[in-house]
């Protein structure tokens, strides 16, 4: 875990020694050339260190976990790297002043005394302590801790070692300890006995604990006799390729004694190719158990012949990419157990001896509760299920567990094997992710993450590191595909294209990663159960749902670099101004929903401050010293009280995420619903912004808004019909754009956008458009539009069926038609919108018949029809979209309901709401 902090320092001396912050030291401290000469060699040294130490660290961390000579050490390390970043960020923090005030700053001392003057000379000499602290580090470790010895597989950690066997207990369950495997066992059955005679390879795919090795080795069990020959080779992430090949020559020769003795002789050339002549001959069922890397199949799929004997390899995995392996349609991926066959599991194992293993009464609801905190995770239910079997079945027993289950799952021993099997997936993430995963446990059990929002914390709190040419946001995308694919973080929704939308973590893992956090330093969550005071001891701090104020400024005030609060609160967050004066550090401030109205002014002093939320927050208005926060990345008043930005925003030439709009009709059913900010002067400095919403326009930001050519996302309010060119011309320079929405300033003005963008994918226009807009401009063409996926047209006022234009745009997945057309029908053609999953039609009153042809929008699940008061029946071809998922009636009259009654096709598959009088 000490590599995760190291990790950290070293980016921060990285940012220290960049060419930017060097050549700005230079200039700020001329006189004092040689000591800054001095402090960045010394701090090239330590970072050079450091990165030795990271990746010694990250290996022994494997192998060690047991040895608390080790874990002593690696708390001074972790010590040492703290201190190293909060000299970094004093360095920072003092070349960042706007003026120098003779070379000094004050700094209080995390001893709470008195402030005391620090210099240049003084931040020189700490590092230099630092390096002398290191280098003391790496003697002791020599001396006192054991060093890695990566061929004594003795070596192997306590953790590795007791979840091997663990997945040795799980090929010997009986097929009566299995539960909710039936259709998953049929599945898996059919395609080991399937007429292809090709060799095909099968992937059971999930997060550990979900029952993988226990539902491979039940079918192994009853399948492989129709096989001629079989295997069950255990892999895990610390295999040897000679021994994982001398096994599965054991188990196909366990009857020839002669081929076995001359095995011990051979090398990796002539192991192989002994399997690759026994192999070739026959019909064979290899299962590899736990595999962790793709590598490590391509290094034994050599062996595994393509004979047309319709031969069978089976692997288990927690990793997506290592299932991507598997021949196509042959991935299995397992879910948690359903709540029904997750309580017949307990039941089994905490009443084995109880006639059908009923429940009694009264330790029913203490025993439902505990099951859903298992989170129908297979081997959690059974581990807790098998503890309490051997307690007293007393409901105040029952309820003292149900109460304490989160620290009996950390520390007592006889649920070692759900402790270690979720540790080896943290254990074996590289260092940029294990810091990410800690980040998410500090937030709520069944939290549901924003991609957007997960991205951009990520990146303002220093945890993503560059990669080429990619932008610190596609490299935290990449993070975040990365514990999904690797079963860490659990995928809840993906938008209508199929990108990540919002995900959860499972409720074990969190738990186990909230200890490591507590453990390491690393962040703390507090939950306002009592109010009061908070001791914490961290540098993240995330509040839930705070119904009190914090009475009492918490310890460590001055070691913070993120602040998060969650939920909407009552509390004023009195709290804020000291934590601008103590906590000068700060990177991340995100007060979303707080009922604060002031921003204190010494905020302009957080000069680490990266990220800065107050959406929907009482703030009228930001203090003029916010024009000092450099390195701000996001800054997000959306939903606030905030009515105009202060002048000196256009200095924050950093700034990458700017949100700033006012809703003042959230349905949206307004023609004028939301409103931009007006940016004074100067928009064309803000050249890094990746996101713009949203914009008021006026002439002087839209002259300017050509210079802001990073853009992805643009919001556009109040626009006149005489901006389009210009906008248009502007759009030309924008070659990121993916995400477009513009707001006509009335219903009549007429909005005339012709522009090519191909990256666009989702684009908004809310206001009149032009006759023959929809074939003439380049936004709606089907070559140019090949990337636009979601489409949102409002009071257009088109009086042609605007269907048979938009059709051509094949790939779009979600319409929205709102007040857009003014005709009586639309007509959805045979083959048009085939990857239509999401289809809006609202207040269009003049449309009375809807036309759905057979063969048109085959993959639409969500249908809306809202306040369409002149449809008097039922459009018939409802019928003929099977894949719909949800029907929805908005504002129907009740003669319309009436006929909905009739109509068989969707009889009980539809919602409604009736129209207001």
Known sequence: MAEIVILLAIKKIGIALA??????????????????????????????????????????????????????????????????????????????????????????????????????????????????????????????????????????????????????????LDEEDLVGVDKNREKLEQWLESDDLECSV?????????????????????????????????????????????????????????????????????????????????????????????????????????????SRVMLTTREARVAALASQGRILALEALPEDKAWDLFCKKAFPRDTNHECPTELKPSSKEIVSKCKGLPLAIVSVGSLLCVHEKTVEEWRRINDQLSWEIINNSRLDHIRNVLHLSFIYLPTYLKSCFLYCSLFPEDYHFRRKQLVRLWTADGLIGERGESTLEEVAEDCLKELVDRNILQLVERNSFGRMKKLRMHDLLRELAVDLCQKNCFGVSYEDEC??????????????????????????????????????????????????????????????????????????????????????????????????????????????????????????????????????????????????????????????????????????????????????????????????????????????????????GDENEVLLLNVCLPSLQKLTLRGRLAEGALDESALFQAGRGLNLYELHLSWSQLREDPLPSLSRLSNLAYLDLTRAYNGEQLVFLMGCFPKLKVLYLYDMPNLNRLEIQQGAMVSLERLILANLSSMTEVPPGIKFLLPLQFLFFQEITSDFLASLGQCSAIEGKFQYTLRRR
Not at 51 to 74: A, F, K, P
Not at 560 to 572: A, N
Not at 577 to 584: F, H, I, V
Not at 700 to 727: A, F, P, T
Request: proline share 3%; glycine share 6%; net charge positive.
């Open 19 to 172: 060419k930017g912050a060097a050549d700005q030291a230079s200039v700020q401290f001329a006189k004092y050339g040689a000591q800054l000469l001095e402090l960045h060699g010394s701090m090239g040294r330590v970072a050079r260190e450091l990165r030795v130490m990271h990746d010694v660290l990250y290996q022994m961390d494997i192998q060690n976990r047991s040895n608390q000579v080790y874990e002593g050490w690696l708390e001074e390390v972790r010590k040492v790297a703290h201190v190293m970043e909060d000299m970094v960020d004093e360095y920072l923090y003092l070349v960042g002043r706007e003026h120098d005030i003779g070379c000094c700053f004050f700094l209080k001392k995390w001893s709470k005394k008195p402030r005391s003057l620090l210099c240049l000379n003084q931040i020189a000499l700490r590092v230099k302590e630092m390096e002398k602290d290191l280098l003391h580090l790496s003697e002791t470790k020599n001396r006192w801790v054991p060093m890695i010895n990566n061929g004594d597989s003795s070596n192997l950690s306590y953790i590795v070692k007791r979840s091997q066997d663990l997945a040795n207990i799980s090929r010997s």
């Open 202 to 310: 099968i992937a059971l795919l999930g997060m550990g604990g979900l029952g993988k090795t226990a539902l491979a080795a039940n079918v192994y069990k009853k399948e492989r006799e129709k096989f001629q020959c079989y295997a069950w080779v255990s892999i895990s992430q610390t295999y040897s390729r000679e021994d994982v090949l001398k096994n599965m020559i054991k188990e196909l020769f366990k009857d020839n004694a002669s081929v076995l003795s001359s095995t011990l002789a051979m090398d990796i050339m002539s192991l192989e190719e002994t399997l690759k002549k026994y192999l070739e001959q026959r019909k064979y069922f290899i299962i590899l158990d736990d595999v962790w890397d793709p590598q490590a199949f391509d290094d034994l799929s050599r062996m595994f012949i393509h004979n047309d004997k319709g």
């Open 531 to 744: 109010g009061g005071s908070l001791e914490m001891d961290g540098r993240r701090l995330v509040l839930h749902k705070l119904k009190k104020d914090i009475e009492q400024p918490f310890s460590n005030m001055h070691q913070l670099r993120t602040v998060i609060t969650l939920g909407d609160s009552k509390s004023p967050f009195n709290l804020l101004p000291l934590l601008c004066n103590e906590s000068r550090y700060m990177t991340v401030l995100e007060l979303s929903g707080l009922p604060i109205k002031k921003i204190p002014d010494a905020i302009g002093d957080l000069f680490n401050l990266r990220h800065l939320g107050l959406r929907g927050t009482k703030v009228k208005m930001l203090p003029k010293s916010v024009e000092k926060l450099s390195n701000l990345l996001t800054l997000d008043l959306y939903g606030s009280d905030i009515h105009e930005l202060p002048g000196g925003i256009v200095k924050l030439k950093r700034l990458r995420h700017l949100f700033a709009e006012r809703v003042t009709d959230p349905e949206g059913r307004e023609f004028k619903c939301r409103s931009g900010m007006y940016i004074p002067n100067g928009l064309g400095n803000l050249t890094n912004l990746y996101t713009l919403q949203a914009l008021e326009a006026q002439d002087e930001s839209i002259r300017h808004l050509g210079e802001l050519r990073q853009l992805r996302s643009l919001r556009l309010w109040n626009v006149k019909g005489i901006y389009c060119q210009r906008i248009t011309e502007s759009l030309g320079q924008m070659r990121y754009l993916s995400y477009l929405s513009v707001g006509a």
